[in-house]
Every structure is written in structure tokens, then in C-alpha cells.
């Protein structure tokens, strides 16, 4: 049980909540909550305020304002909408976007924003139904806009929601305007929120936005000549219940693939995702279905969108006649390697292109881009860094691909957040320009692995749920920081570098600054066999993380199996030496 001054500080916000400002269903609500003995549950709802982390605003559907409902959606929505009218005050009408994907709730608190928004002034185009994230941020640079919202968790549990800000760039919101924004909402009550909308400043908007945004998605294949030869490509497609039903198969379609199956049971729109425990194509939970119909018909390739299709999961046969799920890391090292490899073949590459990866994402990205002499840039974890990067350069050097450990790549620079849409396309076209030459995608990874070393990675989430979970995940990060481990997994800490203070200190005790736009919480260590370690509390949720990439050679596209078993062992001893 938590102390008394924290259960006295809980219910008195919770009080606030019993007046006519809020509607009776939220009323009873924290009603049941304060007779409950156990305060548990009202202390989590109350403790905090919900705050904009590396996705946005996040959290469980429910009363409280640590909780998603069309309070703390509708306080977000004015702060940001204050905002708009103090940053754009002389333009003569500011704009946003609205979009949301199949959630419960989601179409509610999207129609609820739009209100909002435009009983401030503000006109709204709304998309007539779900649609992925990337067509959000797409839609703001299309149609002119200063800022835009998509209502969705992404790939967390069916008990979430979510708020994804996007400022005028179609990029996820940065500073200053991040802590800016939050500076707004914090003085928001529920009273100043206009629920009342102005229907002549709402726009709704489909069809005539996707058009547009497919033919630039289609725009970005490097090689449609190996597509007509290979258009029969055996396809097995999921939206799992979300935004990518909406475009995905269409865009597909438009490349010139003829020969796609979707999954009839997870094609259907449903907030409570019926057909999996959790909605995340990294788990190979998720992707049963799919596989089993790719089985069935002897598929070539298994695609997998999460609900706001922004994040892709995929499946191939290995060397067995296996079906391997391609984990988050050789993703992303596999739509670079490709674009890298085929933009020289093609003649397509320029001096001034270059990728962008984050800081936690394999190394193996470094070392293609080292030997073919591109430039790489690494930032933070959050494709908003890395839309930061293609910002900074625009109009100077020319953004070919980036993407990140957690599934999410992004081919273009006309949509400045992940994107599985042109992300499942392309992964079509690298599977027929593989299958051209009589290969499956795992003998092109195998051929990464011989030419440019083998690496492994995972990443150990340490879920720590409520106030005492954020308060451990705190010290955890602390006795990090305090007491750097020596050696991990038997090799000794070569280089630290501590993102909270910007400093790096190698073996000799020798600190330099590192160059970052601002400080975060995130450790590294590096060791002299090669290993890499990076810790980071998550952002959007109450977890601390551990990425974990061990090194190996290996010599042979046959070689795969002892370099996979030499690297799990290293991985274990990495684990036993963190204590996870």
C-alpha cells in the first residue's frame, strides 16, 4: 500500500472529477474507484498526468488523468490548439490533420479533437475512416498544414490509446514546441476545453489524399523491371485488425503484385484484436495466422502491418524449408543493404545520399555503409530524430532510407515517420529481385552475414508497471550510472557513453563530449570483443529496456547455425553479468 499523503493527494484530484464538468459515466466511474479499499487502482489513474513521451501521449483506456479518455484527449487537443493560434497567430487560417486507427475509442477521440480544434479557429481535415500513421504525416506536408494528430497506440495492448502530435514538417513533435505544447495542456482546465465543434471548418478526407500518397510510394522502387518478371511473388499479408487494410494491398497492387493473400480473420476492423494476444508484429504470436496460411499455399513472403501500419513484422523460409521470423534489427539491415547495393547498380546514387539509423540499432548498418562509402547518421531512439536528420539536410543531400531495431523503416522523405506501407512494398520488391536470382530473403541476409560479419541482438524488456515500477526503473538507471559495470559477458567495457550528460569515457579514463541535439536517458557500453549495450527506460511505457548485440564471423552462408549458438551463449553471460 502506498503512503497516506499520496492516497490523500490522489483522491483529492480524483474529487475534482465528481463535478458537473464530466459526464456521468466518468463520474461512476471514479466513484467506484474511491470506495474501492484497495487504492491501487486510483493511485495509477491519478498519480500523474499523462505527458507527451518519444510517441506521444500513451496510456490505458479509463477514467483519471493518467488514463486516455475524452478529457485528457480533449485537454491535449486545446493545449495543442492554443498553441497553434500563439506560433501561427498572423496566418490567415491554420490547419490540421486528424487521423486514427481501429482502436476502441479511437474514432471518438478523433471526432472529439476535430471538434475541438475547430471551435478554435482552427480548420481540420479528417480522414473518413482509419488509416495508417504515415498517411497522416504525409497528409500535413500534402495539404499545407501546421500541425496534425493521429489517435492510436500503435502496436500495445488492446487496453491503450494513444495521441500522435505532429508539428507543420509531418515529423512527431520536437523541442521546443514539445515542452511548449505540454506547457499549454498543464494549463488547461476541463472547463476551458471547447467540446462544442464548428462543422463548416471540418473536412473530411479519403480517397483523394490516398491516391496521391500511393503513387508517391510507388515513385520510390528502385528496380520495376524485376517486378514485371517476378509479379507472381506468393504474398501472405496481415493488417492484424488494423490501418493496413486500407492501403497496403492496394499499394501492392499498384507496384504490379499480382499473386497477394490477406488473412480473411484478421482483415476485419476490431479495437479488441480478437485473433492475438498482442496486436505487435515483432511476436511471432501475431503472425500464427499468417504463417499458417503461407504454409497452406507455399508462400514466399509473410508481411505483417501493427494497428496504425506504421511498423512492419516479416516471415521467411530459411534453408530448411523453415518459416524464421526476421526480428527488428536485420530488417532494417536488409531494406539498407538493398537500397545501397541497387541505387549503385542502378546508378541511382549521388555523392550527397545518405541513411540514418538509431543509436541502438545493429552496427552492421555502419559497416555496409562504411564499405560502400555512404553516410550514415545515427540518432536517438523515435523516428522523429530521424526525421530531424532529413530535415536538417533538405535541399542539400538527398534521405535514401533509415530505421530503427523496433520493426519501423522509413524509404522516403515525403512522410517523415515509419512507414509500413511503402515498408511492405519494397520488402516485395527486394523478395522478387532475391527470387530473380534464385534466392529466398534469408540467402540475402546469409550473404550479409559472410561479407559483413555476423551480429546478434536482442532486446530484454523489464516491465515495471505504476508509480513504484517508474520509481525502481529510476534506481536501476542510477546504479548504472553510478556503478558502470567492468566487464560484461567476460570481455572488458572498453567505452561508456551516457547520453544523460553527453559525455563518453573510454578504457583509459579519457571523457569527450558526445554531439547530440539534447541530452537523454540512455547508457551504452561498449566492449573490446565487439559487444554493444544499451539501456533506456521506455518512453510510452513502463519499462526499462536492454539492447543487447553480440559479434561473430561467419565464413560460409552454411555457417549460420554454430555463429547463432556461439552468439546465444554470449548473450546469456551478457544477461548474467547485468543481472537480466
Same mark, same amino acid.
Given at each position: ?52 513521451? *518519444? ?14 479518455? &475524452? ?5 491535449? *487537443? ?12 498572423? /496566418?490567415?487560417? &491554420? ?26 479557429? &482552427? ?53 521546443? #514546441? ?57 504474398? =501472405? !499479408? ?11 494491398? @492496394? ?52 508481411? @505483417? +502491418? $501493427? ?31 538493398? &537500397?545501397? /547495393? ?30 560502400? #562509402? ?44 515509419? $512507414?509500413? =506501407?511503402? @515498408?511492405? +512494398? ?9 527470387? $530473380? ?23 530484454? %524488456?523489464? =516491465? ?14 542510477? %546504479? ?11 570481455? /572488458? ?5 551516457? !547520453? ?81
Amino acid at each position: 500500500m502506498e503512503n497516506q499523503e499520496l492516497i490523500n493527494q490522489v483522491t483529492a484530484k480524483a474529487n475534482q472529477w465528481l463535478t458537473s464538468a464530466y459526464d456521468a459515466e466518468t463520474q461512476a466511474e471514479v466513484k467506484r474507484m474511491l470506495e474501492n479499499p484497495d487504492k491501487t487502482e486510483l493511485i495509477d489513474s491519478f498519480y500523474k498526468d499523462l505527458e507527451f513521451g *518519444t510517441g506521444g501521449l500513451r496510456g490505458i483506456m479509463g477514467a483519471g488523468s493518467n488514463r486516455m479518455n &475524452i478529457y485528457t484527449v480533449g485537454a491535449a *487537443t486545446q493545449g495543442l490548439a492554443n498553441y497553434l493560434n500563439k506560433c501561427f497567430a498572423g /496566418k490567415e487560417q &491554420i490547419s490540421v490533420v486528424v487521423g486514427h486507427d481501429c482502436r476502441n475509442n479511437s474514432r471518438k477521440f478523433a471526432e472529439i479533437s476535430a471538434d475541438i480544434f475547430s471551435a478554435n479557429g &482552427i480548420k481540420v481535415y479528417l480522414f473518413d475512416d482509419l488509416r495508417p500513421t504515415p498517411e497522416v504525416s504525409f497528409a500535413i506536408r500534402h495539404l499545407g498544414c501546421q500541425s496534425g494528430i493521429n489517435i492510436t497506440a500503435s502496436h500495445n495492448p488492446r487496453e491503450y490509446n494513444g495521441y500522435k502530435a505532429y508539428w507543420d514538417d509531418g515529423a512527431q513533435v520536437l523541442a521546443p #514546441h514539445d515542452t511548449a505544447i505540454i506547457d499549454e495542456v498543464n494549463k488547461v482546465t476541463v472547463a476551458d476545453i471547447k467540446f462544442q465543434g464548428n462543422k463548416d471548418l471540418i473536412q473530411i478526407i479519403g480517397e483523394d489524399v490516398d491516391r496521391v500518397y500511393l503513387e508517391k510510394v510507388h515513385g520510390i522502387s528502385i528496380d520495376p523491371e524485376v517486378i514485371k518478371r517476378q509479379k507472381d511473388l506468393c504474398i =501472405v !499479408y496481415t493488417p492484424l485488425h488494423g490501418a493496413g487494410r486500407a492501403l497496403i494491398p @492496394a499499394s501492392l497492387k499498384e507496384w504490379g503484385f499480382e499473386n497477394v493473400h490477406c488473412v480473411p480473420e484478421q482483415m476485419v476492423k476490431d479495437g479488441n484484436f480478437p485473433t492475438v494476444v498482442s496486436p505487435n508484429p515483432e511476436y511471432a504470436e501475431a503472425l500464427t495466422l499468417a504463417v499458417k496460411l503461407a504454409k497452406e499455399i507455399d508462400a514466399d513472403i509473410v508481411m @505483417a +502491418s $501493427d494497428p496504425d501500419a506504421d511498423r512492419v513484422g516479416m516471415a521467411c523460409k530459411d534453408d530448411k524449408g523453415e518459416w524464421v521470423l526476421i526480428n527488428g534489427n536485420q530488417t532494417c539491415l536488409i531494406f539498407l543493404y538493398y &537500397i545501397i /547495393k541497387n541505387r549503385i547498380a542502378t546508378g541511382k546514387m549521388k555523392p550527397t545520399d545518405f541513411i540514418v539509423k538509431t543509436i541502438v540499432t545493429t552496427e552492421l548498418i555502419k559497416a555496409v555503409a562504411d564499405k560502400n #562509402h555512404i553516410e550514415m547518421l545515427d540518432c536517438y531512439t523515435g523516428f522523429k530524430w530521424i526525421a530531424r536528420e532529413i530535415r536538417l539536410r533538405e535541399g542539400k543531400q538527398q534521405y535514401i532510407g533509415g530505421g530503427e531495431e523496433s520493426y519501423g523503416f522509413l524509404a522516403e522523405d515525403f512522410v517523415r515517420d515509419k $512507414d509500413a =506501407v511503402s @515498408a511492405c +512494398s519494397l520488402l516485395a520488391e527486394i523478395c522478387a529481385w532475391a527470387k $530473380d536470382q534464385g534466392k529466398t530473403l534469408y540467402d540475402v541476409l546469409m550473404e550479409i552475414y559472410v561479407e559483413y560479419g555476423f551480429s546478434k541482438e536482442t532486446t530484454v %524488456n523489464v =516491465v515495471k508497471p505504476g508509480k513504484s515500477g517508474a520509481e525502481e526503473i529510476k534506481a536501476m538507471m542510477e %546504479n548504472f550510472r553510478v556503478n558502470p559495470p567492468q566487464e560484461i559477458g567476460g570481455s /572488458k567495457v572498453s567505452i561508456i557513453k551516457d !547520453y544523460k550528460t553527453l559525455k563518453m569515457t573510454d578504457a583509459q579514463g579519457q571523457v569527450t563530449d558526445l554531439e547530440m541535439p539534447e541530452t537523454s536517458n540512455v547508457l551504452q557500453y561498449f566492449t573490446e570483443d565487439g559487444t554493444k549495450i544499451s539501456v533506456r527506460p521506455s518512453g510510452t511505457e513502463p519499462k526499462i529496456k536492454f539492447y543487447i548485440e553480440v559479434k561473430g564471423e561467419m565464413g560460409c552462408p552454411k555457417c549460420y547455425a554454430n555463429a547463432n549458438t556461439a552468439a546465444e551463449e554470449k548473450i546469456k553471460a551478457v544477461r548474467q553479468s547485468l543481472g537480466i
